[in-house]
């Protein structure tokens, strides 16, 4: 049967970043018959208010468990001590969809561009003025995609994919759902084992 793989995600999402390595080895294996299809789940909304110090405790604990969970996982902990977090991901997330709109490749290279500014280089992507440069980096129009980053037009389509994902139950990210003949399935995410999810991926679509 035609299908499609759903990937919802986050780009400001830590275990995403985490999962990367096995999503790509994954794509490499999957059939053509199953189209990929990419949804931004809205981790967290806009704020400007500094990240509380629990949560600051919390996440910095999250990385030290996916480096020990899925090895090689790099992050660097000087964001922690350079930038004012922000527990806001939303930014991110329109900033994806306002690279999108000048291309849809530009889809995956932006969500890596703001996962290697996040946790490589120390940079914050809940700020305007860090996406901003970053699509400048990408090659993009800059000044469109400032236009973009807040239009209405833009926040509904956030908006829209972030209820799709709901629907389908991703409500933590990373998601796979894997949708054909009407039913969607949720394909557990294994970090380090590309081969396991295609294995659950093909018993699901067996007839």
């Known amino acids: 049967m035609n299908a499609r793989l759903y990937?919802?995600?986050?780009?400001m999402c830590s275990w995403c970043w985490g999962f990367e390595r096995t999503r790509k080895r994954l794509l490499?294996?999957?059939?053509?018959?199953i189209e990929i299809v990419r949804l931004l789940g809205g981790l967290a909304p806009d704020t400007s208010e500094p990240m509380a110090p629990e949560m600051r405790d919390y996440l910095q604990q999250t990385w030290r468990t996916i480096q020990q969970r899925i090895p090689g996982t790099e992050f660097n902990f000087?964001?922690?001590?350079?930038?004012?977090p922000q527990r806001s991901t939303w930014p991110a997330c329109r900033a994806v969809i306002a690279?999108?709109?000048?291309?849809k490749e530009y889809d995956e290279r932006m969500t890596r561009a703001i996962q290697e500014a996040y946790y490589l280089q120390a940079r914050n992507p809940s700020e305007d003025a860090v996406l901003i440069a970053l699509a400048g980096e990408l090659g993009l129009d800059s000044g469109r995609f400032e236009t973009s980053l807040h239009a209405p037009a833009t926040r509904a389509l956030l908006d829209a994919e972030m209820r799709l994902g709901?629907?389908?139950n991703a409500t933590s990210f990373p998601s796979l759902v894997l949708e054909g003949d009407g039913a969607c399935s949720q394909v557990t995410?294994?970090?380090?084992?590309?081969?396991?999810?295609?294995e659950t991926i093909q018993m699901v679509m067996q007839p």
């Not at 490499?28 to 018959?33: G, H, T």
């Not at 000087?78 to 004012?84: I, K, N, S, V």
Request: with cysteine; aromatic share 12%; charged share 20%.
């Open 78 to 84: 000087d964001f922690w001590t350079t930038c004012t």
């Open 166 to 168: 709901r629907a389908m």
């Open 7 to 11: 990937y919802v995600h986050d780009p």
């Open 99 to 103: 690279a999108r709109q000048q291309g």
């Open 28 to 33: 490499e294996k999957l059939p053509s018959s």
């Open 189 to 198: 995410v294994d970090y380090t084992n590309a081969a396991a999810i295609l």
